[in-house]
């Protein structure tokens, strides 16, 4: 069993920046696809940004060139750099980490990020 926990959520203004975190347990956290994806009330959860055991990422357009994945393999940890942030981006960040060869799929319980206009 997996747990992921999220941290760095919080309340910050328009065109400001933010960093979120998530931890993972256990030893598969380097075999793991890691990605951040995130969802607000009343719609599907949606992707944002995913970087593969290798180091090579993939972005959703929306926040392309703003946001930076980046994984640390010795402290279990992926992060999502949020920058030039807009009211836009509010929502819960979802932690994901994935192995399709072994049928590995945990999320995170999230965390709340609030842009002010």
């Known amino acids: 069993q997996v747990q992921l926990v999220e941290s760095g959520g919080g309340l910050v203004q328009s065109g400001g920046s933010l960093r979120v975190s998530c931890v993972a347990s256990g030893s598969i956290f380097s075999i793991a696809v890691m990605g951040w994806y995130r969802q607000t009330p009343g719609k599907q959860r949606e992707f944002v940004a995913t970087i593969i055991p290798g180091g090579r990422t993939n972005y959703a357009d929306s926040v392309k060139d703003r946001f930076t994945i980046s994984r640390d393999n010795a402290k279990n940890t992926v992060y999502l750099q949020m920058n030039s942030l807009k009211p836009e981006d509010t929502a819960v960040y979802y932690c994901?980490?994935?192995?399709?060869?072994?049928?590995?799929?945990?999320w995170g319980k999230g965390t709340l990020v609030t842009v002010s206009s």
């Open positions: 994901n980490l994935r192995i399709d060869k072994l049928n590995v799929n945990y």
